[in-house]
């Protein structure tokens, strides 16, 4: 009864907003909180600029942002925590060093350099401070490392064994939408294209992510259909609190555990995948006897573009670049299309990470082994209260 007079109320405000601004809609609500259009788009201004999302995806992304935030200041109001002075000026310090602002630079002054919305960002960086509070009150306090589990991880880190990484397609329909989800699916099934499904049901707040994964992170269920599936095939819809998930399986690689949690330096150049003539010259490179030091040189000289240095571990790299470099030898040139755009790279080093008994390690190692563990933990915890959140309180997208 109280969620439906919640509504109500809601809507009445709503009928309001929408008449009182021309080309202002509402376009979610967090119990009595609304959120607009224009509220989205300042929160894409600036999770673009700050944390380089792409543009791609910004607006379902920024809309997903601002609705989790409102979650937490909810939550944040019924456990009585609150943001003092302090915690802002820490909050505002860590963003100012997160651009590489220098000393004589404020918030307030690179806001309205980048024309982003003050109180909008004022308004995240509360809202990230709160959240964090919730976790040292609800999660972190319940959070404990065994010397079991120390033991495991650095057993599973030394071993040679092969991990399922799968690259994913993820197209979350949400409740209100259900009726969508078999087309979708059919659509999916019938090879039409991420992006026009996301254009063509842009009214049903679908939302389409790409993803990389080791497949013994999800769910059991999830995990033994995708082991199972062939590339290009289309997971059976899953049914969440929020709405349906449907996953398509993209790419699926087997990668050493050791190589996947190396570390490798790479030299890369990357170009327009509609540039013939540069595609031309890709050959020309390969078999030019390059090396790490004079591959930046013999590539300026084929005019293929500037190369840079990139230093990365192996787990956060696509899955085809993963595969692609374990089969690779120091030395070797590699040549590859993503979004279109050519990749050229030249691997320089591998650089595996030293994993001893635990006998060998000394304090400072077992205790960052320790905070690996920890944070893996808190990250599903967290995901689980976010979910429980929205089960809490009254979440609707227009």
Request: hydrophobic share 40%; with cysteine.
């Amino acid at each position: 009864m109280l969620r439906f007079v919640k509504l109500c109320i809601v809507f009445a405000v709503l009928f309001y907003y929408v008449d009182g601004f021309t080309g202002v809609k509402v376009v979610a609500t967090v119990d009595d909180e609304l959120i607009s259009s224009l509220d989205v788009e300042k929160r894409v201004k600036i999770d673009k600029l700050l944390y380089k999302v792409d543009g791609k995806v910004a607006y379902d992304m920024s809309l997903k942002f601002l609705i989790d935030e409102a979650l937490w200041r909810r939550e944040a109001k019924n456990l009585k925590i609150s943001v003092s002075d302090e915690d802002m000026k820490e909050a505002i310090n860590r963003i100012l060093k997160l651009i590489g602002a220098d000393g004589d630079t404020s918030l307030f002054s690179y806001v309205q350099e980048n024309d982003l919305d003050y109180k909008t960002v004022l308004r995240h960086l509360e809202s990230k401070i709160l959240w964090d509070k919730i976790l040292l009150l609800k999660v972190i306090p319940y959070i404990n490392v065994s010397d079991d589990e120390i033991e495991s991880y650095i057993a599973e880190s030394k071993s040679d064994k092969f991990e399922t990484i799968a690259s994913l397609n993820q197209v979350f329909i949400p409740l209100k939408s259900k009726d969508i989800v078999q087309v979708i699916l059919k659509e999916l099934c019938n090879n039409v294209s991420v992006s026009d499904i996301k254009n063509r049901y842009k009214a049903y707040d679908i939302s389409i992510d790409k993803v990389s994964i080791s497949v013994n992170l999800l769910d059991h269920k999830i995990k033994k259909n995708l082991v199972k599936a062939n590339v290009g095939q289309v997971i059976d819809p899953i049914e969440f609190v929020q709405g349906y998930l449907i996953i398509q399986l993209l790419d699926k690689v087997q990668i050493s555990r050791k190589f996947m949690h190396s570390e490798v330096t790479l030299k890369q150049v990357l170009f327009d995948d509609k540039d013939k003539n540069k595609l031309n010259t890709i050959t020309k490179l390969q078999n030019s006897q390059a090396d790490c030091l004079t591959f930046n040189k013999v590539v300026s000289e084929l005019k293929l573009g500037n190369a840079f240095d990139v230093v990365v571990k192996v787990k956060d790299l696509s899955t085809k670049l993963q595969a692609l470099l374990q089969n690779a030898k120091v030395g070797n040139i590699i040549h590859f299309s993503s979004d279109s755009k050519e990749h050229v790279i030249i691997l320089c080093e591998v650089k595996a990470k030293d994993f001893r008994n635990k006998q060998d390690l000394d304090e400072k190692e077992i205790n960052s082994i320790r905070q690996n563990i920890s944070m893996k933990k808190l990250g599903i915890k967290s995901m689980q209260l976010m979910s429980q959140l929205y089960k809490n309180y009254l979440v609707e997208r227009y």
